[in-house]
C-alpha cells in the first residue's frame, strides 16, 4: 500500500485535532448522568378507573417504585370532553361553537378563553347548560372523504370530523389535579397547550408563569401539549426569557422511529435561542405498552419494555421516560404494583450498575462546539485520507497528485476561515471521512493479502490465525481513526440532542464496498501478467465485455441480495423484525455486556477477513477473495455506522466495537477450524478419486 509522506503528515495533523474534540465531547457526556421516570396526569385517571384502588393510592405507589414526577396538560375544550367531572359535549352551528354542561363547566371555559383571546368575540349563554362561542371561518376544521360508485367513480364528496380550533386552546390548569398530584409527594410539571391563531401569547405565558407561583411549582423541563409553543408567532424571546430565569429546559420527545422528535412549532427556534438546554423524552408509545409479553424466556412481564427504555437511556441521550401502564398481549392494561416495582427496580440497578446512570434531577446536557480552526484541520486529514486511496487506485505522476493536493488543500482552508455554509460542508466531511477511512482500512487488508500469496511457504493453521487476528486488530484501528475524524465534524449540541442527524448511512455502507473493488481490480488485477498496482483501463474494458459464468452470476446475485438485507435490516425504520431468537440474543447480550455488539461485525466483517488472511496462508479459494473483500467492507463500514449514531455516547461505541473484536476471537476460530477440516476433506476426496 502506497502511503505518500505529506499525505501521512497532514493526516497526521489532523488526527491530533480530532482527538482534541472527541476529548471535549467526551468531557460533556461525562457529567449527564441523571434520568427520571415520569407519569401523564390523564393516563392515571384512567389507570385508577381500571384498577382495584383509587388514584391516590396509585400515585403513591408509583413514587415507591421510583418515578419522579407527574405531568398535567392544560386543560382544553377537548380534554374536558373525557374529563368526567365536567361532562362537556361540542357542536358546530355554522363556523360558531356550540358547548354543553353544567353552569360550572361552562364558567371555566368561558374564563379560560377570554384570558387568552387574541381579539374580543361574542360569547353568550343560550341558557345555564348551554354556551355559544363566536367563530370564524380560519377556525374550522376538518377531515374529507369521498363518495364514489361501484366503479370507482367519483360521484361527490363530504367533511367528516369537523370541528373548531377553540376547542383546542388552553384554558388554563386545573387546580384539583394539581392538589391531587403534589399530596402524592410526585414532583408536578405542567404542559401548557397554545393556538397561536387563537390565544395571546403573553397572556397564556403569564396564565402558566401565574400557576407555577400559585401553587410553588418546581418546573425543570416543560413537554409542551398540543403543536406550539407559546409564542412561536411573536413572543418566542419572552418564554425564553422566563424558562431561563427558572432554569426550566425544553423537553422534546423523541419519534417513534427512535430519529429525531415530534414536530413542534417554534421548538426548535426555542432551543437554539436557550443555548440549547433541552432534554430528550421517550414516550412510552402504544406498540412499546404492548411489549409485555414475546413468550420467550425474559419475556413475559414487561422485561422488553424496560429494555427499550434501557437502550433509551444509555444508547440515545435520553434521560425523561414518559411512563404508560403495559398491555397485555389480550388488551388488558396491567395494574399489579408489584409487578411494575420490580421492572423498574431492575431498570435502576442495571442503568446504576452498568452506566453509573442514576435517578436524580434533570440537568441539560453542557453546551458543545467544537473550535472551527480544529475541524478545518480534521477537515484537511480527510483530504488526505482521500489521496491517499486515489494515489492507490490510479497511475498519477507524482507532482501532478501533490500539486491536486495542494489545490484542495488552500480551497478547502479558506472554505473555513471564510465560514461559506460550514454546516453543509462538515457534513460533507463527516460523509467522507465515513467513505475513506474503511477503504483504507480493506485497502491496508488486501496489500496485506497480496503480500502473503506471494510467499510460497504455507503457514500452520495457528500462525495464519493470529496473524488473521494482528491484521484484523490494525484495520480495526485504521478505521477507529476514521470513527475519530467522524466525531469531530459533528461535535455539536445539536447533533447529540439530535436536532440534527447524520443522513448518510447508507451511501457510507455502500460507497466502500464500490471502493473496495477498484482496490481489489488495482492490487490484483483482472488476468494481470505484472506487479503493479494500479487500475488499467484494458482490464476493466476485459472485465465488463467478458463472458458471465452461471456460477459467477449466481455468487453476485447472492452478494447483491446481502447487500439489500443489510441496507434493509439498518436503522429504525426498517420493517425487517428480528425474529424471537435473535431478540432474546440481543437481549442476553445487553444484560451481561454494556454495550451490545453488532451481529453483521461478529458474525460476518471481523471473522470473514480472519479466514481471507488463512485462505491466503493457505493458497486455497483465492478466487473467492472479492466476495471476501466485500465481506470485510461490512465489517470496517460498521464501525463507522456504530459511530454515526451520533446521539450515542462515544464510551458506548469503543464498548460496542471492542466486544465485537474480543467475541470474533471464538467466532473467527470457528470459521477457520471449519475451514481447515473442509480443506482437508477436499484434498482427501481428490486423493481417493
Not at 407519569?39 to 385517571?45: K, R
Not at 371561518?137 to 370541528?163: E, K, L, M, W
Request: glycine share 8%.
Amino acid at each position: 500500500m502506497k502511503i505518500e509522506r505529506l499525505f501521512a503528515l497532514v493526516l497526521a495533523i489532523g488526527l491530533i485535532s480530532s482527538s482534541l474534540i472527541l476529548f471535549q465531547r467526551a468531557d460533556v457526556e461525562k457529567g449527564y448522568k441523571n434520568y427520571e421516570i415520569t407519569l401523564d396526569y390523564t393516563e392515571m385517571v384512567r389507570f385508577a378507573d381500571i384498577g382495584e384502588e383509587d388514584l391516590d393510592y396509585y400515585l403513591r405507589e408509583f413514587k415507591e417504585a421510583g418515578v419522579a414526577s407527574i405531568n398535567i396538560g392544560e386543560a382544553t375544550i377537548n380534554s374536558l370532553k373525557q374529563n368526567m367531572d365536567f361532562k362537556i359535549k361540542t357542536e358546530l352551528e355554522g363556523f360558531d361553537l356550540v358547548v354543553m354542561g353544567s353552569p360550572q363547566s361552562l364558567e371555566f371555559v368561558e374564563n379560560g378563553l377570554k384570558d387568552t383571546l387574541i381579539e374580543q368575540r361574542n360569547i353568550t349563554y343560550r341558557d345555564e347548560n348551554t354556551l355559544v362561542i363566536e367563530g370564524y371561518p380560519r377556525d374550522f376544521g376538518f377531515d374529507t372523504t369521498i363518495a364514489r360508485d361501484f366503479n370507482g367513480n367519483r360521484i361527490g364528496g363530504s367533511h367528516i370530523g369537523q370541528v373548531s380550533k377553540l376547542e383546542y386552546a388552553g384554558l388554563g390548569f386545573l387546580d384539583s389535579e394539581i392538589e391531587t398530584a403534589k399530596e402524592s409527594g410526585l414532583n408536578v410539571l405542567l404542559r401548557p397547550v397554545y393556538v397561536s391563531q387563537i390565544q395571546n401569547s403573553r397572556e397564556a405565558l403569564q396564565r402558566f408563569e401565574d400557576t407555577l407561583n400559585r401553587h410553588s411549582i418546581d418546573q425543570r423541563y416543560i413537554i409542551f401539549g398540543g403543536e406550539e409553543a407559546i409564542g412561536t408567532d411573536d413572543e418566542l424571546e419572552a418564554l425564553a426569557e422566563l424558562m431561563e430565569d427558572r432554569n426550566i429546559s425544553v423537553g422534546m420527545i423523541e419519534a417513534s422511529v427512535q430519529r429525531e422528535h415530534l414536530d413542534m412549532a417554534g421548538m426548535k427556534p426555542l432551543v437554539e435561542r436557550l443555548n440549547y438546554d433541552a432534554v430528550r423524552i421517550f414516550t412510552t408509545w402504544p406498540y412499546i405498552q404492548k411489549r409485555f409479553d414475546y413468550g420467550i424466556p425474559l419475556h413475559h412481564n414487561g422485561e422488553e419494555i424496560m429494555n427499550t427504555y434501557y437502550r433509551a437511556i444509555t444508547e440515545r441521550n435520553i434521560r425523561v421516560i414518559y411512563f404508560r401502564p403495559f398491555i397485555t398481549p389480550a388488551g388488558k392494561v396491567v395494574t399489579d404494583m408489584e409487578l411494575y416495582k420490580a421492572r423498574f427496580g431492575e431498570l435502576q440497578q442495571r442503568l446504576e450498575k452498568t452506566h453509573s446512570i442514576v435517578p436524580g434531577e434533570i440537568n441539560a446536557m453542557d453546551y458543545l462546539r467544537a473550535r472551527r480552526t480544529l475541524q478545518m484541520l480534521s477537515a484537511l486529514g480527510t483530504l488526505a485520507g482521500a489521496f491517499i486511496v486515489l494515489d492507490n487506485l490510479f497511475k498519477i505522476k507524482r507532482k501532478h497528485i501533490l500539486s491536486l493536493f495542494g489545490i484542495s488543500i488552500v480551497a478547502t482552508a479558506a472554505i473555513y476561515v471564510l465560514n461559506i455554509r460550514l454546516d453543509m460542508v462538515n457534513k460533507m466531511f463527516g460523509l467522507l471521512s465515513t467513505i475513506i477511512f474503511p477503504s483504507i482500512s480493506g485497502m491496508f487488508v488486501l496489500a496485506t493479502v497480496r503480500e502473503i500469496l506471494k510467499q510460497k511457504k504455507e503457514a500452520s493453521i495457528g500462525t495464519a490465525y493470529f496473524r488473521g487476528i494482528l491484521i484484523l486488530l490494525l484495520a480495526v484501528v485504521i478505521s477507529l481513526i476514521g470513527a475519530i475524524f467522524q466525531v469531530a465534524f459533528f461535535a455539536q449540541s445539536k447533533y447529540l440532542l439530535e436536532l440534527d442527524i447524520f443522513k448518510g448511512v447508507k451511501i457510507s455502507q455502500v460507497a466502500p464496498m464500490g471502493i473496495i473493488m477498484l482496490v481489489y481490480l488495482s492490487y490484483f488485477g483482472y488476468g494481470r501478467k505484472n506487479d503493479e498496482i494500479y487500475i488499467k483501463y484494458e482490464e476493466l474494458k476485459e472485465f465488463f465485455l467478458g463472458n458471465i459464468k452461471i456460477w459467477q452470476a449466481l455468487i453476485v446475485g447472492v452478494l447483491l441480495g446481502a447487500v439489500a438485507l443489510l441496507l434493509l435490516r439498518s436503522g429504525h425504520e426498517s420493517n425487517v423484525e428480528p425474529s424471537s431468537m435473535e431478540l432474546l440474543v440481543r437481549n442476553l447480550l445487553e444484560i451481561f455486556l454494556p454495550a451490545r455488539p453488532r451481529n453483521k461485525a461478529f458474525l460476518l466483517g471481523y471473522p470473514g477477513l480472519v479466514l481471507m488472511v488463512y485462505l491466503a496462508f493457505k493458497k486455497k479459494f483465492v478466487w473467492s477473495f472479492p466476495a471476501f473483500a466485500l465481506i470485510v467492507m461490512i465489517g470496517q463500514s460498521n464501525i463507522l455506522n456504530t459511530f454515526s449514531h451520533i446521539r450515542t455516547p462515544i464510551y458506548m461505541s469503543y464498548l460496542r466495537v471492542s466486544y465485537e473484536l474480543v467475541i470474533t476471537l471464538f467466532t473467527s476460530a470457528i470459521f477457520v477450524l471449519v475451514a481447515e477440516g473442509a480443506i482437508k476433506l477436499i484434498e482427501k476426496g481428490k486423493g481417493n478419486a
